[in-house]
């Protein structure tokens, strides 16, 4: 389990515990956070679960596919260093604690 | 003397069917300010799922169950929608704005959604009903089938569209030996140009499946009412302890066929997702739709259930949202994404753009000039890009697509 904080756009705030082996977006749709659609179901197929990842995190997690590397060029809110795809990002007992600002737009 | 009629329970409004586009119907209801209540109502015992996976991560055991969920169990109680589930709706008495449920159970209703999704089609061949022999609908399909590839040596697939191939690439994965049968001449003959079909012949034969174009399945043979091997017109036998068949759906327009609303194949619904009756919509696998004064279509996507749901409750509160956007749709085999965005049917003209060779290109494709539909391997961009351009019509000639020089994605915006 992992505890991810969700900011969305807004400003507000919601905490999800998110069991180890799920991907964030599956913890965040299940879960109803704003922000998050994961249309596809996680098959990295619409860049409609796109998040910013705390600064501190960026370290903490492997590097994006070349997929993902091409889905984020197209995310429909700005794309910046600290751009991922929450699909993509499988929760560790290492990722407690880290913050996720959400974009203000997924399509 | 018949049992009275229990008085019906106020639905507010009701859903039949939580697929996707069900589940998308109650969400967007709220999400448009109705406050009423909201019944959503499943014949499988699994809250909402992603259903897509089904062929993919879950068959290649990726994902649980669990993570396939699309809301979690309190979301819907913090939404205040009745998530009923292991039940169907029976009837519908459209003047009394009633439905039945099969649990014996009436609940009234201003608005309802039909959401019913489709079946798959059955094998037209004797032994069809043998042991052994699956269709995939389902997470309980999805996991008899593991079971049996668990067990399986020989596995053939009758259909070379995305369910088949994609349960192909599953098989392969966990080594077993794969027949694919196909009864078109070339993979995916609905939807892809033939280039692409002979890519993806040429993609599976890498892997090790043995795929056989224009084999016409007459008979599936078994012995104590197990599937034993698959027999095509031409004589051939191929021996098989699991077959999987992925031949198309059919439509679940019972409930509104027989509730008198206008069907072909499916509900006939508009833009809105609305019916022939207005206090009836429909969405998703079971509805056809009639659009630009075009045949009526029917799209099997995820995209159509959760745009189509949207439109529905909008339809429902008396407004209207049309669905509009180019249809989209995925296929993941190995390691190659394909993306597809509009209906190629009709092309006079295709340009690919990348290289095959490296299994990184996309297939434009064009009617009178116009482009109508892209086809994306391994280049999600040119999907991405294609969405915008198909969406907002940007007038995009063969000669831009050919030169790799032109940023389309320039173009988009």
Redesign the interface.
């Known amino acids: 389990m992992a505890k991810i904080t969700f900011i969305s756009h807004d400003g507000a705030e919601q905490v999800v515990e998110i069991p180890t082996g799920w991907t964030v977006m599956q913890g965040a749709v299940q879960n109803g956070v704003d922000g998050i659609e994961g249309e596809c179901g996680g098959s990295c197929a619409c860049a409609t679960c796109h998040c910013y990842v705390d600064e501190t995190f960026a370290g903490t997690l492997p590097a994006p596919s070349q997929t993902e590397e091409e889905m984020l060029e197209c995310t429909s809110s700005e794309r910046k260093p600290n751009s991922r795809l929450s699909c993509q990002i499988k929760v560790t007992p290492e990722l407690d604690g880290m913050t996720l600002h959400l974009p203000e737009t997924q399509s | 003397m018949a049992p009275a009629m229990a008085e019906p329970e106020t639905g507010g409004m009701v859903v039949a069917g939580a697929g996707q586009g069900g589940l998308q119907v109650a969400e967007s209801l709220r999400a448009e300010g109705y406050t009423g209540p909201i019944t959503l109502i499943g014949d499988e015992t699994q809250p909402p799922y992603?259903?897509?996976?089904l062929s993919?991560?879950l068959l290649n055991g990726e994902?649980t169950d669990?993570?396939?969920?699309?809301?979690?169990l309190?979301?819907f109680e913090?939404?205040r929608i009745t998530l009923l589930t292991g039940v169907r709706v029976s009837s519908i008495d459209r003047a009394a704005q009633v439905v039945r449920l099969d649990d014996g159970r009436c609940l009234s209703y201003d608005g309802l959604a039909l959401a019913t999704g489709s079946r798959v089609r059955p094998l037209p061949v004797p032994g069809a009903e043998l042991e052994g022999v699956f269709g995939l609908r389902t997470l309980d399909d999805a996991h008899r089938i593991g079971a049996a590839l668990d067990a399986a040596e020989r596995v053939v697939v009758i259909g070379g569209g995305f369910i088949g191939l994609e349960v192909a690439a599953s098989a392969r994965k966990r080594g077993r030996t794969v027949t694919v049968l196909e009864a078109a001449p070339r993979l995916m003959a609905r939807v892809v140009a033939p280039f692409v079909s002979d890519f993806y012949a040429d993609l599976h034969r890498s892997h090790g499946v043995d795929v056989v174009l224009g084999a016409q399945v007459v008979a599936l043979e078994g012995s104590g009412g197990t599937v034993t091997a698959v027999r095509t017109a031409d004589g051939t036998v191929y021996p098989a302890d699991a077959v999987v068949a992925g031949i198309g759906i059919i439509a679940n327009d019972d409930l509104a066929v027989a509730a008198g609303l206008a069907c072909d194949r499916g509900i006939i619904v508009d833009d809105c997702a609305r019916t022939s009756d207005p206090r009836i919509t429909a969405v998703g696998d079971c509805t056809v739709r009639i659009a630009d004064g075009a045949a009526p279509r029917r799209l099997e996507s995820?995209?159509n259930a959760?745009e189509q749901g949207k439109a529905a409750a909008a339809a429902l509160l008396g407004r209207e949202r049309p669905f509009t956007a180019a249809p989209w749709f995925?296929s993941?085999q190995y390691d190659v994404?394909l993306?597809m965005v509009g209906l190629s049917s009709g092309h006079d003209r295709i340009v690919v753009r990348g290289s095959p060779a490296e299994r990184r290109f996309s297939v434009f494709y064009f009617r009178d000039g116009a482009l109508i539909a892209i086809d994306s391997v391994?280049?999600?961009?040119d999907h991405?890009?294609g969405r915008k351009l198909l969406d907002k019509r940007v007038p995009v000639t063969p000669e831009q697509v050919a030169d790799e020089s032109v940023q389309l994605?320039a173009l988009a915006r």
């Open positions: 992603h259903r897509p996976p993919k991560a994902v669990a993570q396939l969920g699309i809301r979690g309190d979301f913090r939404q995820v995209q959760v995925w993941d994404k993306q391994n280049r999600p961009p991405m890009t994605a």
